[in-house]
């Protein structure tokens, strides 16, 4: 059975469950990371040795990083295609969402949203962040061809780009109307499998003064 190390507050291992679950694949899912330790381990870091969550674990190898266990997941369980062309126009954004949606949504907006008060916020990165992230995800919505990213089927970008979504609208900042990018968000919020593996109230994780 598959093993995904990681905690479900995490935004990198949220993904891994939800594409788990929507692909019935059986699993389990260990409480590793952030106040849970685990990651500083001779056994966690033979594993990843940057001791970041998630790792996936199966029949004695591993993989770290979230982007590259959801294209693996894909491969073997989903509907990624086997034409690499075909595969590397799908793979292009999920990797465009690396660095163009997620780097200004986690490590920036919500890291000083949630994690730094107020008087310590970064205003600037903030300004730039929110900057950015309306040009990427006015490109993201010109490019969605269905209720999903793809057409009526859930492929790697939903994953890696709609899981990203429950923290992009809650979370307080300066967002550009895309009425395009909220109606895919509402579709993935009817998914069940969305709501209870993204969509995870995370205001505890939020610092006092923050």
Not at 16 to 35: A, F, K, Q
Not at 102 to 113: A, E, M, N, S
Not at 125 to 154: C, D, R, S, T
Request: aromatic residues 10%.
């Amino acid at each position: 059975m598959i093993k995904i190390h990681g905690r479900i507050t995490s935004a990198n291992v949220q993904p891994v469950i939800w594409c788990l679950e929507e692909l019935g694949v059986d699993y389990e899912r260990l409480d590793v990371g952030g106040p849970f330790g685990g990651t500083d381990t001779p056994e966690f870091r033979a594993m990843n040795p940057l001791g970041l969550v998630p790792v996936l674990e199966e029949d004695g190898q591993s993989i770290a990083e979230a982007a590259t266990i959801l294209r693996y997941l894909m491969r073997k369980f989903g509907n990624h295609p086997a034409d690499p062309m075909a595969a590397a126009q799908i793979e292009r954004w999920a990797d465009m969402s690396r660095q163009h949606i997620y780097v200004p949504l986690i490590p920036t907006i919500f890291l000083q949203k949630i994690r730094v008060t107020v008087e310590d916020r970064n205003n600037a990165a903030v300004a730039q962040a929110e900057a950015a992230l309306k040009q990427a995800m006015a490109i993201f919505e010109a490019n969605v061809k269905g209720p999903y990213f793809g057409g009526e089927e859930l492929n790697l970008v939903d994953f890696q780009i709609g899981g990203l979504l429950y923290r992009y609208f809650e979370l307080d900042f300066d967002r550009a109307d895309l009425p395009g990018l909220k109606a895919y968000y509402d579709n993935l919020c009817l998914r069940p499998a969305y709501r209870e593996n993204i969509m995870i109230d995370f205001s505890a994780m939020k610092v006092p003064g923050a």
